[in-house]
């Protein structure tokens, strides 16, 4: 177990339904992750959060909408999916973004949850 | 735009050594990465370059050469165990996050 938990494993949903994905980290750290991994395809940065504040957006479509209340929670809520959005969401945390420096902060995966759009 | 290169995938055996190559165009860098991912299981960071040079880690080894932009990752005596998807990613300019490589799916052989 790396620290961080996932909630839902699995969501099956309808294109017209609203459900919410579940990010916590036991970790301490103060940046938070929401990534993307569709079958074939690299893993696709969703958004960052640093100490709360969102600092990165990847042209993710609005009907993902992301909520960080605090350091230690992330949420992604979804709505009116798309088939095309089936996938692998993965949540990770490190120590913080923006490290630079010639130093990183090792990201800490989350189990991700598997969606299924119908 | 940034880009990653990697083998789709490679094979070998129990006890042998396998290098997975990453070549990588990216707009910045600050450091190279490697992680694990086996099947249905989340990711998990292996190492990091960020200076030219050989990182050893136990059985894994890194390598990275800037001016080339070029790393690779470097297993040996190989166990079952290993057989994963190993995903090289680049830390951008500004050190905010990762651009991941498409991933090599590693199988072991008995």
């Known amino acids: 177990e790396t620290g961080v938990t996932q909630t839902p494993r699995h969501l099956v949903m309808g294109m017209t339904n609203k459900k919410s994905l579940k990010c916590e980290q036991h970790l301490g750290h103060n940046a938070m992750y929401w990534y993307k991994q569709s079958a074939k395809k690299p893993l696709e940065l969703m958004f960052v959060y640093n100490f709360k504040e969102q600092t990165e957006n990847n042209s993710v479509p609005s009907r993902f909408s992301p909520e960080c209340p605090n350091s230690s929670h992330l949420f992604l809520h979804l709505h009116t999916l798309q088939p095309e959005d089936s996938a692998l969401y993965l949540c990770?945390?490190?120590?913080?973004?923006?490290?630079?420096?010639?130093?990183?902060?090792?990201?800490?995966f989350g189990p991700g949850t598997r969606l299924t759009v119908l | 735009g940034q880009s990653l290169e990697q083998p789709s995938e490679v094979t070998a055996v129990e006890g042998a050594i396998v290098q997975i190559n990453c070549t990588y165009q990216t707009s910045g860098f600050y450091g190279l990465s490697w992680y694990q991912q086996h099947d249905g299981g989340a990711p998990t960071f292996l190492s990091y370059?960020?200076?030219?040079g050989l990182e050893e880690t136990g059985r894994f080894s890194s390598f990275l050469s800037r001016s080339d932009s070029y790393g690779y990752l470097l297993l040996q005596e190989l166990q079952m165990k290993d057989s994963a998807s190993y995903f090289c990613?680049?830390?951008?300019?500004?050190?905010?996050?990762?651009?991941f490589g498409p991933g090599t799916r590693l199988s072991v052989l008995p």
């Open positions: 990613a680049v830390l951008d300019n500004y050190g905010q996050n990762f651009v």
């Open positions: 370059n960020a200076l030219d």
């Open positions: 990770a945390s490190s120590q913080e973004a923006n490290v630079g420096g010639g130093r990183t902060d090792t990201q800490y």
